[in-house]
């Protein structure tokens, strides 16, 4: 198999969407109440295994150099991955710092290219589902918790999860266009 065209990395700094609402997919990330994002995560995850399951090019980058909705979802499920690792931390350990993640060479190691889509689906359900379940176990008390992510970046629990939040439903605006992922979904 020919390998495809590199995706042109995604290099900014997105915290900025805590502090303001995203043009592109219109979440409001930083108004997010965080008790309700175990809901609004698995709701997300079903979109994306909705969307690996009966889209018949889900394979089909929309051009060069844009990930096609399969690597989409590979990302996303290793997002609920990571965040699902940061919770943990946060929940254990005081002030502890993330490793660092970058998500452009993961797409690579990981092939996400070369993907299957009905497996991808199951790993991005039991991710989910791995991450629903952790953010099930916070007492509000725990929201306060802080850490700081490799590029000195401080989160507390409260703003990791919106963070979190944003970067699903910004990618389901990647894949679908539909704008304000969040009412799109029932949440608003």
Not at 19 to 48: F, K, M, Q
Request: aromatic share 10%; hydrophobic share 40%; charged share 25%.
């Amino acid at each position: 198999m020919a390998e495809p065209d590199p995706v042109i990395p995604d290099e900014k700094d997105w915290t900025w969407t805590l502090t303001a609402r995203c043009e592109d997919c219109g979440l409001s990330a930083g108004e997010v109440d965080p008790r309700t994002v175990a809901d609004r995560a698995y709701v997300a995850a079903e979109e994306w295994v909705q969307i690996l399951r009966s889209s018949p090019a889900v394979e089909v980058r929309p051009e060069p150099g844009v990930w096609s909705p399969l690597e989409y979802a590979c990302h996303v499920r290793d997002v609920y991955q990571v965040f699902d690792e940061r919770v943990a931390l946060l929940l254990t350990e005081d002030h502890p710092s993330f490793a660092n993640w970058d998500q452009n060479e993961t797409a690579v190691l990981k092939r996400y290219a070369d993907a299957d889509a009905e497996v991808v689906a199951d790993e991005v359900e039991a991710a989910a589902s791995a991450f629903v379940t952790r953010l099930r176990t916070v007492w509000p008390a725990d929201f306060a918790r802080t850490g700081t992510r490799s590029d000195g970046s401080e989160f507390t629990l409260e703003t990791l999860l919106q963070y979190f939040l944003h970067d699903v439903v910004h990618h389901l605006w990647d894949v679908t266009g539909q704008q304000d992922g969040a009412a799109s979904l029932g949440w608003e």
